[in-house]
């Protein structure tokens, strides 16, 4: 591990964006000729802006999905897109995907953990392990831990984790992530999901600094997508998403962005000149965000602005690297 590691302070810069900026605005510009990136879920929802903004700025984006086919229609009109067959649930899935990207013999520039699962009821992969940490943290970790020698490669990538404000349902359970010995609660298992992609933005930044690999987390901000698609009409009412007759309003309600908005922070994470020599950080509305302090967690419905130091805590980003290689067998090894 990188004993040099210099943090970058978890304090708004500022960038000079906020929450209206378009991710082709947070792009800065950036030419992205020659580069490679790789959105996981770049085919709906702020992923597929993503993958939009990222090709559009001259990168090739190889665009992973459990069913190619069906995103194809997606993507038809993005130049340099490559579609690719990849489950984040299947240990095996990750590592066919994986090899078959190094095979190739390119470097990875940018590679944005995008794909997501939220609220979702409990189901169990083939490992026994709990979905939303399976899914969303997991297969995350070892798909990066795959492609390292790629990001390496590089010798100036960053990897873009997406977490959320969902990091205020709570922090990582490392006596019972998978809900073996407590009753299941979607909310809080999705809130552990999103607290280790932040954590695990910490870990890998202080691993891949010396390397030219950085890593930043992301809160995209509340945006109507396909992610709510396993919550109840009452909950989607309750967040303004539904009308009174269960219709889905046709406007972007207060408080949330549009598709175009959301993906902005992680296309400036991705690429905006802003960042170079940074990493490590929780980033919001495209910039880093501010360090807020621990609130009780049955304070869910305060407005989380940015950052609770649960999120960030490199003692616990360090805890979460050894449960993540212990539950994958996965030993990532980044020297």
């Not at 000729?33 to 001259?58: D, F, M, N, P, Q």
Request: proline share 5%; aromatic share 8%; glycine share 10%.
């Amino acid at each position: 591990m990188n004993e040099q590691y210099r943090a970058t302070p978890q304090m708004p810069l500022p960038s000079g964006f906020g929450p209206q900026t378009t991710a082709k605005e947070a792009l800065g510009g950036r030419d992205l000729s020659g580069k490679t990136a790789i959105v996981t879920g770049g085919y709906s929802g702020i992923g597929l802006e993503t993958t939009r903004v990222l090709a559009e700025a001259g990168a090739t984006v190889i665009v992973p999905a459990r069913t190619p086919e069906k995103a194809r229609a997606s993507v038809a009109d993005i130049p340099r897109v490559e579609l690719e067959e990849l489950d984040l649930m299947e240990p095996a899935s990750i590592d066919a995907f994986a090899q078959r990207f190094l095979a190739s013999g390119r470097p990875l520039d940018i590679l944005v953990n995008n794909a997501g699962i939220m609220a979702a009821p409990l189901v169990r992969d083939e490992r026994g392990y709990e979905s939303q940490f399976a899914t969303n943290h997991l297969g995350h970790f070892q798909l990066t831990a795959r492609l390292w020698p790629a990001l390496k490669q590089s010798g100036d990538a960053r990897v873009v984790s997406v977490s959320s404000a969902g990091i205020r349902f709570g922090g990582v359970d490392f006596d019972d992530p998978s809900f073996e010995r407590q009753e299941y609660e979607k909310y809080r298992a999705y809130g552990q999901s999103k607290t280790a992609n932040a954590l695990f933005a910490v870990a890998l930044d202080k691993r891949g600094q010396e390397h030219g690999v950085r890593a930043f987390s992301v809160h995209p901000g509340r945006i109507m997508t396909d992610l709510a698609r396993f919550m109840s009409d009452d909950e989607l009412r309750a967040m303004g998403m539904l009308d009174e007759q269960g219709r889905r309003v046709a406007t972007t309600p207060a408080g949330y962005k549009t598709i175009e908005q959301g993906a902005a922070t992680s296309v400036w994470c991705a690429a905006n000149a802003q960042l170079d020599g940074k990493g490590g950080v929780y980033c919001l509305d495209a910039d880093i965000a501010e360090l807020m302090p621990e609130f009780d967690l049955q304070g869910v419905a305060q407005v989380l602005t940015g950052v609770l130091p649960h999120a960030i805590d490199p003692g616990l980003a360090e805890r979460l690297w050894q449960l993540s290689e212990d539950m994958t067998g996965v030993t990532f090894r980044t020297s």
